[in-house]
């Protein structure tokens, strides 16, 4: 027992950094004495003492904010962190390893009396907020996005976030060591409005060509003493009919044109070569690749244009300056 006790203190300074003394965990962790006393409300329920075991979660709830119901199993190295509004239900089965954050619920679906709730693998990650439902498994070192409501079965190494939870990062094992980072969690609607957008441009590129119709063939003009001697200066033209060409660029996430957020921060011209410098509203944008299909197929619709460069630069946006700029 105490090298149980034992085991539990050391995990909570594993999975909590605020942690900084023993005493600290022993007095101010209310997930830790949530734990321990389900312990022994499991205790009195395995042996036929209902009663006592469910006065005893009663109290704990009280106590700690946490409600366990004395008859979920639950595995080692658990840790609830704050656990303020956390719920567990009867039928819960809770593996090693398992880090849960505040307002989490596992919860059941049924009034018949049979397992109605979750079986919650090894190593898994459950965001803050996050509701799991029914009889379902949640497999080994998956991760569940803040806010999700999963209702379906949840594969060993998937993430899962939204309302229903989907699939939304890889199906792979992860390793031993803890994963603190449940706030870095992928977006599948904005994947999925990213290639409706890709797809988009693509038809309305074939549109545009079908509607040019086949070329046409320009008799050549040969160059006369005055046009040997004076260059061809379109840079300025050009630049300007580009800027405009990119005006058709909308950013998804923002919902306004690339040109006006003020993402495109210079276009070179050589001849019919052009470089197109930008930045991103965010550093980890999800959508730089469709936006520099979109910059890149944009530029070179301009007449005389014949290959674009785009060039993401690692410069800060600010929405504030945007804003100042703006007045919107």
């Not at 079908?210 to 200066?233: I, K, Q, S, W, Y």
């Not at 630049?239 to 998804?252: C, F, G, Q, S, Y």
């Not at 197929?297 to 630069?313: F, H, M, Q």
Request: proline fraction near 7%; aromatic fraction near 4%; glycine fraction near 10%.
């Amino acid at each position: 027992m105490f090298e149980m006790i034992k085991e539990d203190i050391q995990t909570v300074f594993n999975k909590d950094p605020a942690a900084k003394t023993i005493w600290e965990v022993l007095t101010c962790y209310p997930g830790l004495h949530a734990l321990w006393l389900h312990r022994i409300a499991h205790f009195l329920w395995q042996h036929k003492l209902l009663f006592l075991g469910r006065l005893l979660s009663h109290v704990n709830r009280f106590l700690t904010g946490i409600e366990i119901h004395p008859g979920a199993r639950i595995g080692r190295r658990f840790f609830i962190d704050h656990g303020m509004g956390v719920v567990i239900g009867e039928t819960s089965e809770i593996g090693d390893d398992v880090l849960m954050y505040t307002g989490a619920v596992l919860g059941g679906t049924t009034l018949e009396k049979k397992k109605r709730h979750p079986t919650i693998g090894n190593n898994v990650v459950i965001g803050t907020g996050a509701t799991v439902l029914g009889a379902i498994t949640v497999g080994d070192n998956a991760k569940i996005g803040g806010g999700a409501v999963v209702v379906n079965p949840v594969p060993p190494g998937a993430t899962v976030v939204g309302v229903p939870a989907r699939i939304a990062g890889p199906k792979k094992p992860a390793g031993p060591e803890i994963d603190l980072e449940h706030g870095k969690l992928p977006d599948p609607v904005l994947k999925a409005i990213s290639e409706v957008l890709d797809r988009q441009s693509k038809l309305e590129e074939r549109v545009r060509e079908l509607e040019m119709g086949p070329p046409r063939a320009v008799p050549l003009a040969l160059p006369t003493e005055e046009t040997r001697m004076v260059p061809l200066r379109r840079g300025g033209e050009m630049e300007t009919r580009i800027r405009e060409a990119l005006k058709e660029v909308i950013d998804p996430e923002v919902g306004i044109n690339v040109v006006d957020l003020g993402l495109i921060k210079e276009i070179a011209v050589n001849g019919g070569a052009v470089e197109v410098r930008m930045v991103l509203t965010t550093p980890a944008c999800p959508l730089v690749g469709h936006l520099v299909e979109q910059v890149r197929r944009k530029a070179k619709s301009v007449d005389g244009v014949e290959n674009v460069e785009v060039t993401i630069l690692d410069e800060p946006w600010s929405w504030e300056r945007f804003v100042n700029r703006t007045g919107k």
